[in-house]
């Protein structure tokens, strides 16, 4: 049955609309039903565990008063399963964030650090993960791939040769539950002063620190003083002494990454990440530096 058609005469919504949003392989609708807005997503049944998960986890977070999309059903299918969500009228931050004063823009990132630690205290069971040979081998693969894709940026080479150096800082790291696409893009400003938080169809298990990846690479484009913020917001106490390296690693690990990802898709995409890749490698002085320049500034203030 045509998805629309089946919310509509097997779960009664009278309205339902297309939501054409984000990369996620799911089905996203908006539908409408006794006046309320339900954001729906639906995923192929073979995603049931994980969804079933996300959902069980954004239950928890929802419970524990944060700032998430309400759940309301989850249902499973022969061939689909449906999550059910409330739907969060708001703006994207991504597009309000600079309309904000800078101390506000800082107060909506130590609110998303606050909410990422709450994230990270999640249960998960990880005793069959071994974190250093899933995520040493993942890494070693996409350098694989970025040279079978004769895919190349200036001093990518530097970049390549930071991460065979530094695989061994991957050992013995802790495991959280992860959202898994941690960034502005992926918060609403909710009646100009509060971030919501969305889009858990990514979540997994990994070490914390993987989580900023995204607020160096996306959020840090659009706002330092959020990306300033989220850090405050999560290391209450001062930033780990490990924290640096760690990031420099998963840093030259998301440029070699994100450019293998985007050849999945258009020219334009690739030459739009490149530009990202660029920015980073600028805000590590080409390798030079072992803290962002935009962070190091903030640090001499």
Same mark, same amino acid.
Request: one cysteine or more; a negative charge.
């Given at each position: 049955?045509?998805?629309?058609q089946?919310l509509?005469?097997?779960?009664?919504?009278?309205?339902v609309q297309f939501l054409?949003k984000?990369?996620s392989?799911?089905?996203?609708?908006?539908g409408i039903?006794?006046?309320?807005?339900?954001?729906?997503?639906?995923?192929?049944?073979?995603?049931?565990?994980r969804?079933?998960?996300e959902?069980?986890?954004i239950?928890?977070?929802?419970?524990?008063?944060?700032?998430?999309?309400r759940?309301l059903?989850?249902i499973?299918?022969?061939d689909?399963?449906i999550?059910?969500?409330?739907?969060?009228?708001a703006?994207?931050?991504e *597009?309000?964030i600079?309309l904000?004063?800078?101390?506000?823009?800082?107060?909506? =990132?130590?609110?998303?650090?606050e909410?990422l630690?709450?994230?990270?205290?999640?249960?998960?069971?990880s005793?069959?993960?071994?974190?250093?040979?899933?995520?040493?081998n993942?890494i070693?693969k996409?350098?694989?791939?970025?040279?079978?894709?004769e895919?190349?940026?200036?001093?990518?080479?530097?970049?390549?040769?930071?991460?065979?150096?530094?695989?061994?800082l991957?050992?013995?790291r802790?495991l959280?539950?992860?959202? =898994?696409?941690?960034h502005?893009g992926?918060?609403l400003?909710?009646?100009?002063?509060?971030?919501?938080?969305?889009?858990?169809?990514?979540?997994?298990?990994?070490?914390p620190?993987e989580?900023f990846i995204r607020a160096y690479?996306?959020?840090?484009?659009?706002?330092?003083?959020f990306?300033?913020?989220?850090?405050?917001?999560?290391?209450?106490y =001062?930033?780990?002494?490990d924290?640096?390296a760690?990031?420099?690693?998963?840093?030259?690990?998301?440029m070699?990454s994100?450019? *293998?990802?985007? *050849?999945?898709?258009s020219t334009?995409?690739?030459e *739009?990440?490149?530009?990202?890749?660029?920015?980073?490698?600028?805000?590590?002085?080409?390798?030079?530096?072992?803290?962002?320049?935009?962070l190091?500034?903030?640090?001499?203030r």
């Open positions: 049955m045509e998805q629309r089946r509509i005469e097997k779960y009664h919504y009278q309205d054409d984000g990369w392989v799911d089905q996203k609708w908006i039903k006794d006046q309320q807005k339900h954001l729906i997503r639906i995923s192929d049944i073979s995603m049931l565990q969804r079933k998960w959902f069980e986890q239950s928890r977070l929802y419970q524990q008063g944060w700032p998430v999309n759940p059903l989850f499973e299918e022969e689909i399963v999550g059910i969500y409330m739907y969060i009228e703006q994207d931050l *597009t309000s600079n904000l004063p800078a101390s506000m823009q800082y107060d909506m =990132g130590y609110f998303a650090g909410a630690l709450a994230i990270h205290a999640l249960p998960i069971e005793d069959s993960i071994d974190q250093y040979e899933r995520m040493s993942k070693l996409q350098i694989d791939m970025y040279h079978q894709k895919l190349h940026f200036t001093n990518d080479y530097l970049v390549i040769d930071y991460i065979k150096d530094n695989l061994h991957l050992s013995d802790p959280v539950f992860q959202h =898994g696409d941690y502005i992926n918060m400003l909710v009646e100009f002063q509060n971030a919501a938080i969305i889009d858990f169809n990514r979540c997994d298990i990994g070490d620190y989580e690479f996306f959020s840090r484009k659009q706002s330092v003083p990306v300033i913020g989220q850090l405050d917001g999560y290391f209450k =001062g930033i780990p002494a924290f640096h760690l990031m420099k690693l998963y840093m030259c690990h998301s070699i994100a450019l *293998t990802w985007s *050849t999945q898709f334009n995409q690739t *739009t990440l490149k530009q990202y890749v660029l920015m980073v490698m600028d805000d590590y002085d080409q390798l030079k530096k072992d803290i962002p320049k935009w190091e500034n903030e640090k001499e």
